[in-house]
Each structure stands twice: as structure tokens, then as C-alpha cells.
């Protein structure tokens, strides 16, 4: 059973809500061991495709292929296998972490020791205390304990850090590169470009349903050219935009937030039209910033939207 | 098994931890008792709000009978024209008269507004009188095997309600499975089990579990501390008063399923099941006797389940006369409706896509 280079196999895979096709004939293949990561904006159909490989949806067509074995839907034979964190985890109120830790731990043949999970997740001050008192980042990391009881071979963290503040999001990411280490092969969905960039060995970038494009994050950013992006707030003008392209600017332009982003090999130069072509039109520019391009350029250049504007 | 035990240990857990759920199932039913229970009948030792009643004296019989109700002052009269002169100048609340095969109750009716339980005095007597023809003195003993003792208690109004109390107490398993099956569904909470390979009977059966100890030991609960404010023995059959609850709460729990069926929205069934069980209360005898309404009320109290599981209550407490065919009756139509139920929407509550 062991015998396989990808655990999990998605082809054509669709699924639909009345007229809404929320999953559109999506195919992917998941490395064992690594992370991979589907990373779309609110809507793109991240949550459905996780759910039917967790066994909550049932696909309307397609092929999945999970440890190697062709499933029709995924049954109990697998859910012995594999980890949950769905995106809200609600638990029944007034039982304690540990307890609720324990009574899920009992529902599989095998897994790993409570006290160990409530170490590993940083709990074990809080074992004694209702799930209904804990913190965001605490309540996330009790969703990701519940996903190890049975020390699975295969984790779904579905936005498991949505919400939660800096300090907490990097606490989540440290356990899930601790994951990794021990040979977890772990999905994530996100909306969040820098925890892609920062956790993923694998990107597919989805959106309407359907995988827009998918590789590497280094490799999803050299896919759309230029060294530099640079952006500034400038009032919407057209002839100040058409200026721009005039002088060969490469440009998307946010009119719902006054925001222009440049990409460009020459950033001297660029800023330099930017500003000319500003002043010119009596524009005023504000909050330059010049920066690496990332997968939400990536996104940008791909749907012309970007991925938290819904 | 193991799954089973596990998640009726742990509901059992959150249910006594939930303070709402705590005040309604154990501290409501015991209030409702203390102020119904002042309304309908002190407590012995609290002052006995006393009826006058007449007797003819040629009714010696019937005489017996009367002295063991509780809070009846008894005149005894020679003639009919004397008894019901009293009656109407106010010196007696009530008049009884018995030919030998109907009662006849005279009742003055500016004592009847004062005295809720002169409107029950027909009843009650009914009850005690049964009891005498039934070769019943005042220990009363088992007559014959298939009967159930009915009437070690001593008859009185307040002895009658209290067993209706538990119904409380059982009724709220209505809630309990409006939880399960509706909030627990539309808060996600469900969803967390679903993506475990846990069978769907196993959690269904072990949170029914959970929830069915709590009633059970919560009516018990009631049952004992009403027996210890009101000063009252109840005189239990274990085997029937246990089988009673049970297929009570089962049947309750049946109720809740079905609302949950009826209506998707959780907090729509909740409202049902609360407007449901006040009517239930109201119209099945249980905080006060059904003689208080006109016969048609009376008729629509019947076909309610309640007044079979508050019937059933007071049979097994010794306060009403009852054969045990109608408690395995009433239990075997609750617990099928609960098993049929049960079979239909426990085997979907783990799919989070509706068919």
C-alpha cells in the first residue's frame, strides 16, 4: 500500500450547486511528504475540492486516487488514515482540550498519546480549560491537535490560519513545518499568498472552479517576468494611464483602491515615468513601495483580480 | 462499543456542565412544583386549606371514603333540604350525594372561585371511592396479580400532581435532540465527526445515551425532592416507574427528532417543541387536574403523549389506579416510534450533503 510516489491523485474531478460548477474538472497530484497548497480567493472552490477528498462531499465526476488505491468516495478505510482541520472547527461546549482531544482520539484504531498531541500543540496548560474559552490561535492549534489524534499519514488543514493575528499565524506555521519534518504530507488551502509562499513545495492556484496554473511558488513567480514590482497610490486618470503605456510601462491599475503596480527589470527608470507622468498630469503619488513580485502578483497577472479583494 | 461509551460519556460530561440545560431539567420542574403545588394543596404541616363538604349520614359507606381525602372538614346531616340550605348560605363549600351508583356534588360557586381544589373534589372522590369498591380499606394490599397498587398514598390533590412534575424533567429531552440533530448540524459540530470514521449509529446511539442517563437520574432527581419539600411517600413500583421514564424520555426524544425533521430551521423547532410542551403542560394534567377544563379540552389533553407519560408517572407512584398493560402499552408505542425514527434520520446525521 506504501508503493506510491503521489498519495493523493485528483482527475477531472467536478462538482456542481445548482448552476454554480464549484469544482470545474480540477486534476493534481500530491508528492508524499510535502506541502502542497491550493491558494485562491474566497469562492474559487478550495474548500469543496478539500472536502470531497475528505470524504464530506461526493464528487459528481472524476477519479481520486488516495495511498494508492482508486476510490469511488472516500470511506472509512481512509478516514483512518488521514487528519482533518476543516476551515471552522465547532466542538461541543463544556468538555475540556483534553477531553475533547480523548474522545476523539477514541474514535480510531490507532493514533498517538493525548498528553503528546496537547505537548506537541502547545496546550498543555490549557488542557484543563473549556474549548469555549480558547483564543483564536489557541482554538486553531486544538483543530490541528484533533487532525494528529490518529497520527495520520496525511494531513487537510483547510485555512488554518484565517483570522488569527501575526504572532498566532506563525505559531500554525511552525507546527506544520514540524509536521513536515516528520515525513507528514500535509494540504493546505489558503487565501493568504505569504503562507504559500512561505510553507508550500507544491502551488496550484485556483479560481471559478478550476486550476488556473500550478508549480512551485519561485517558479509560479519567474512564470510572469520582471525583477521589481513597484506600487504607489495614484487617483485614477486616463490619460495619466495611457501616458504610462505609451512609454512601455507594464501596469495593472486597482481602481477600487487607487493602487498602480508596475512590474519592471528597470525600477529606476519605471519610477522615474511613474512620477514624470504624474507630476505632468497634476497626480499626486503616494506610499511608493518597491518590492519582490509574489503569488498574489501572480494572481494579478493571471485573473486581473486580486486574491483578497471579495 | 468503545465509540459508543466514549460519546455517551462525554455528552453525559457537557449536559451537567451546561447550566441552562441544569436549571431546566432539575431546578424549573421543582419550582413549578413548590408554586403549583401552594396553588392546588399545602404540604402537610403547611396548613391545609380545608373544604367543608356535607354528607347525609345514610351514606356510611361513603363517609369512610371521604375521611381519607386530605383537607376535607365533613359535616354529617340527616336530610337533603338541610345540606343543600348550607351549601347555599356559604356555611359548607359543597354537598356530597351518592345513590349507590352516582355521585352527586352540590357546590357553592363563590367557594368554587376561592377553592381550586373543590373543582377536582368530584375527581378525587371518584378516585377514592374506586379504590373502597375494590375492597380497599385503608392499608390497602395487592388484590390480584395483574393490578398495580394504586392506592398505598393517601389520595389527595397534591399526591396526584407531583408524579407530573418528572414529566418536566422528561420533556426536555425534546431539546436535547433539537440540539443534536438541528444546532449541532447548523453550528458545524457535526461536520467534525463526519470526517472521522466513526459508524453514524454510534454517535447517534451514544449521545442519546448521554443524554437519557441525565434524564432519567434528573426525574428520579425531581421525584425525590418533591417526595422531601411536600412531606409526601410515594408508594414506587420500581419496575414500572423505571420503564415509564424510560420509554417517557425515549418517546420525548422521538418527539424532538421529528420537530428537528419537520423544520430545518433549529431555532424554529425549538420555538415548536417550547409551544408544544406548554400546551402539553397545560392541557395533560400535570401542574393541575384536567377536571379544571370543559370536557372538550378535557378530549384534546388525551390524545397529547404527555398525559399518557404523566399517567403512567402517577401509576407507578402508587397515586392512580392503572393495569401494567397500560404502562407496557404506552412503552412499547413510544419506544417503537422512537426506534423508527431513530433508524430514518440517525443513519443521514453524519452526511453533510442533504440527499
Known amino acids: ?310 | 462499543m468503545k465509540v459508543f461509551l466514549s460519546i455517551a460519556l462525554y455528552r453525559f460530561k457537557s449536559f451537567y456542565r451546561d447550566t441552562f440545560t441544569f436549571f431546566f431539567t432539575l431546578v424549573l420542574p421543582i419550582i413549578f412544583a413548590v408554586i403549583f403545588g401552594f396553588i392546588f394543596g399545602r404540604p402537610e404541616g403547611m396548613g391545609q386549606s380545608t373544604i367543608k363538604v356535607g354528607i347525609l349520614k345514610d351514606n356510611e359507606d361513603l363517609i369512610k371514603v371521604v375521611e381519607r381525602i386530605e383537607g376535607l372538614n365533613i359535616s354529617i346531616l340527616s336530610h337533603f333540604d338541610e345540606l343543600k340550605s348550607l351549601v347555599l348560605k356559604g356555611s359548607l363549600d359543597g354537598g356530597i350525594l351518592f345513590d349507590g351508583k352516582t355521585f352527586n356534588l352540590i357546590i357553592n360557586f363563590s367557594s368554587f372561585q376561592q377553592k381550586p381544589f373543590l373543582r377536582t373534589l368530584g375527581d378525587t372522590i371518584a378516585n377514592a371511592y374506586s379504590l373502597k369498591e375494590a375492597g380497599v380499606e385503608e392499608g390497602f394490599i395487592r388484590v390480584e396479580e395483574e393490578f398495580i397498587d394504586p392506592g398505598k398514598a393517601r389520595v389527595s390533590n397534591l399526591g396526584y400532581m407531583l408524579p407530573g412534575v418528572m414529566s418536566f424533567s422528561i420533556a426536555s429531552s425534546i431539546f436535547s435532540m433539537i440540539a443534536l440533530f438541528g444546532y449541532y448540524r447548523k453550528r458545524k459540530i457535526l461536520k467534525r465527526f463526519a470526517v472521522s470514521p466513526i459508524n453514524p449509529f454510534s454517535f447517534v446511539l451514544g449521545m442519546i445515551m448521554g443524554n437519557f442517563l441525565i434524564t432519567l437520574l434528573s426525574s428520579l432527581f425531581v421525584l425525590f425532592a418533591v417526595q422531601i419539600i411536600f412531606n409526601i411517600k410515594f408508594y414506587i413500583n420500581w419496575e414500572y416507574l423505571l420503564l415509564s421514564i424510560s420509554s417517557s424520555i425515549l418517546g420525548m426524544m422521538a418527539l424532538g427528532i421529528f420537530l428537528t425533521a419537520l423544520f430545518k430551521e433549529p431555532q424554529t423547532a425549538n420555538n415548536v417543541g417550547n409551544l408544544l410542551l406548554n400546551i402539553m403542560i397545560f392541557f395533560s394534567g400535570i401542574y393541575f387536574p384536567l377536571s379544571f377544563l370543559p370536557n372538550y379540552l378535557r378530549t384534546f389533553g388525551q390524545i397529547l403523549p404527555l398525559y399518557y407519560v404523566a399517567k403512567a408517572l402517577r401509576i407507578s407512584v402508587g397515586v392512580e389506579e392503572g393495569t401494567p398493560n397500560f404502562i407496557f402499552s404506552m412503552s412499547i408505542i413510544m419506544v417503537s416510534v422512537f426506534i423508527i425514527l431513530v433508524s430514518i434520520f440517525g443513519r443521514d446525521i453524519l452526511q453533510v450533503e442533504e440527499k
Request: with cysteine; proline share 3%.
Open chain 1, 1 to 310: 500500500m506504501n508503493n506510491y510516489k503521489f498519495i493523493v491523485e485528483v482527475e477531472d474531478l467536478r462538482k456542481t450547486y445548482g448552476n454554480v460548477k464549484a469544482v470545474d474538472g480540477v486534476n493534481f497530484k500530491i508528492k508524499k511528504g510535502s506541502i502542497f497548497t491550493l491558494l485562491g480567493p474566497n469562492g474559487a472552490g478550495k474548500t469543496t475540492t478539500l472536502e470531497i477528498i475528505e470524504g464530506l462531499r461526493i464528487p459528481d465526476g472524476g477519479n481520486i486516487k488516495i495511498f494508492g488505491k482508486e476510490v469511488k468516495r472516500i470511506g472509512k478505510e481512509e478516514k483512518e488514515l488521514i487528519g482533518v482541520s476543516l476551515q471552522e472547527t465547532q466542538l461541543i461546549s463544556h468538555l475540556t482540550v483534553k477531553e475533547t482531544l480523548s474522545m476523539f482520539r477514541s474514535f480510531y484504531k490507532k493514533g498517538l498519546k493525548v498528553d503528546d498531541i496537547l505537548e506537541f500543540i502547545n496546550l498543555k496548560d490549557k488542557a484543563k480549560s473549556p474549548v469555549d474559552k480558547l483564543s483564536g490561535g489557541q482554538k486553531q492549534r486544538l483543530a490541528i491537535g484533533l487532525a494528529l489524534v490518529n497520527d495520520p499519514e496525511l494531513l487537510f488543514l483547510d485555512e488554518p490560519t484565517t483570522g488569527l493575528d501575526p504572532q498566532a499565524r506563525r505559531s500554525i506555521w511552525d507546527l506544520l513545518l514540524q509536521l513536515k519534518k516528520q515525513g507528514k504530507t500535509i494540504v493546505l488551502t489558503t487565501h493568504y499568498m505569504e503562507e504559500a509562499e512561505f510553507l508550500a513545495d507544491w502551488v496550484c492556484i485556483m479560481d471559478y472552479g478550476k486550476i488556473i496554473r500550478e508549480g512551485t511558488p519561485e517558479d509560479l513567480i519567474k512564470s510572469i517576468g520582471g525583477e521589481s514590482v513597484i506600487e504607489v497610490d495614484v487617483e485614477e486618470n486616463h490619460s495619466f494611464l495611457d501616458r504610462l503605456k505609451e512609454l512601455g510601462v507594464n501596469y495593472t491599475y486597482n481602481p477600487k483602491h487607487g493602487r498602480l503596480l508596475a512590474k519592471t527589470d528597470n525600477v529606476l527608470e519605471t519610477i522615474d515615468s511613474i512620477l514624470k507622468t504624474a507630476r505632468e498630469c497634476s497626480l499626486k503619488v503616494r506610499n511608493e513601495i518597491i518590492r519582490q513580485p509574489n503569488l498574489e502578483d501572480v494572481f494579478l497577472t493571471l485573473t486581473g483580480r486580486q486574491l483578497r479583494e471579495e
